[in-house]
């Protein structure tokens, strides 16, 4: 069974510093990998999907890398500001049988980024 | 629409009581998903539906998990007889045409089961 582990739990950064958000996947076997965002009541945001033949993905300031052969990814966010305190969540895309793909997720890093 | 919704918003049921959430997707998009998310964990799959057909419930906890999307556009998870562990937010999600491609989430129903 595919596992999802986000470390830390927590981070708290002050502004302008950058960051690394770490997960890891116990099965390669992967279709691709997408990291969230998680906002108190909001529900999750896509922010970069990583297909399982490319190495990385930008999109402003974020920058996100994927090595399947050693089951890890990595959430870079750059000069980090106040509102992009949140969970950050993992999840991996496996093929689950009869045509269909499902998400496991890890359990976040919860953001605090101090002004 | 604009994104996905999800009504109602928060809901506190007795044990035992029936419930039912409601789920409206991105307008046009073929593929819906139902997570739960318990306190301090991630979202866990529950079913998946392209249109109107189940494809997959493997991730429903028990029997007392009933999801329906009869005319292909808005879902509901009915939860039977309610119990304490059933606290959690209920998440939906919709995707374009199938669920290689990126998930859009609704804002969640957060259940409390007293």
């Known amino acids: 069974k595919q596992e999802v582990t986000q470390i830390p739990a927590a981070l708290s950064v002050p502004e302008g510093e950058n960051l690394v958000l770490n997960c890891s996947f116990t099965d390669s076997a992967i279709y691709n990998l997408q990291w969230f965002r998680q906002d108190p009541g909001k529900g999750l945001t896509s922010l970069l999907l990583?297909?399982?033949?490319?190495r990385e993905q930008t999109s402003g300031r974020l920058n996100a890398s994927l090595d399947k052969s050693s089951g890890r990814s990595t959430l870079y966010i750059a000069a980090s500001q106040p509102g992009d305190s949140a969970t950050y969540l993992c999840?991996?895309?496996?093929?689950?049988?009869?045509?269909?793909?499902?998400?496991?997720f890890g359990k976040g890093t919860k953001l605090s980024v101090i002004p | 629409g604009a994104g996905v919704s999800q009504s109602p918003r928060y809901k506190v049921a007795k044990r035992g009581q029936d419930v039912a959430l409601r789920c409206d997707p991105i307008s046009g998009h073929v593929s819906l998903f139902w997570y739960q998310q318990a306190l301090g964990q991630g979202p866990e799959f529950l079913t998946y539906?392209?249109?109107?057909?189940?494809?997959?419930k493997s991730g429903l906890p028990s029997d007392r998990f009933f999801a329906e999307r009869p005319e292909g556009s808005v879902s509901t998870l009915k939860i039977q007889r309610t119990q304490q562990e059933d606290s959690a937010v209920y998440l939906c999600?919709?995707?374009?045409?199938?669920?290689?491609?990126?998930?859009?989430f609704g804002p969640g129903t957060r259940l409390l089961v007293l």
């Open positions: 539906f392209q249109n109107e057909a189940q494809l997959d």
């Open positions: 999600a919709s995707s374009y045409r199938d669920t290689r491609e990126t998930q859009y």
């Open positions: 990583i297909q399982s033949s490319q």
């Open positions: 999840a991996v895309r496996v093929y689950s049988g009869a045509g269909s793909y499902q998400l496991t």
